[in-house]
């Protein structure tokens, strides 16, 4: 945790490689001191075929998906700082955002959390 998912189109990648966009946004989430390094994942998915509004011909848009427990302030500050760094790669892309989505506690999972030596329920157990 967290989960960074970055959709976008494949003309994107045209301007700039995924490691370029993933590192951004990956260097972005460290520096904001919300998140222990090893937790932080980004994936990158280019779609071929979508449909924009007219005369538009790129969109990126980036889900952003964490543990609850982060202030509403906290979140805004991460978002508009990965939105600011990215707009910086593509300053002329037609559609670009960034959402940032809690993760309930109570109803997640990972195979820490169910490994028999975790006696303390850690979520980060053995990373």
Do not use: W
């Not at 490689?17 to 989430?29: F, L, R, S």
């Not at 790129?58 to 982060?70: C, D, N, T, V």
């Amino acid at each position: 945790m967290p989960h960074f998912i970055i959709e976008c189109s494949k003309n994107i990648l045209q301007q700039r490689t995924p490691e370029e966009i993933m590192n951004v946004v990956y260097e972005t989430a460290d520096s904001s001191g919300l998140f222990a390094l090893n937790d932080i994942k980004v994936r990158l998915h280019p779609y071929e075929y979508y449909r924009l509004g007219d005369k538009k011909d790129s969109f990126l848009h980036i889900f952003g998906y964490i543990m609850e427990g982060r202030s509403t302030e906290q979140k805004a500050i991460l978002s508009k700082q990965i939105c600011t760094n990215v707009t910086a790669l593509f300053p002329d892309i037609s559609f670009f955002a960034v959402s940032i989505h809690e993760i309930e506690a109570a109803t997640y999972c990972n195979k820490a959390l169910i490994n028999p030596e975790n006696s303390d329920h850690n979520r980060h157990f053995g990373l």
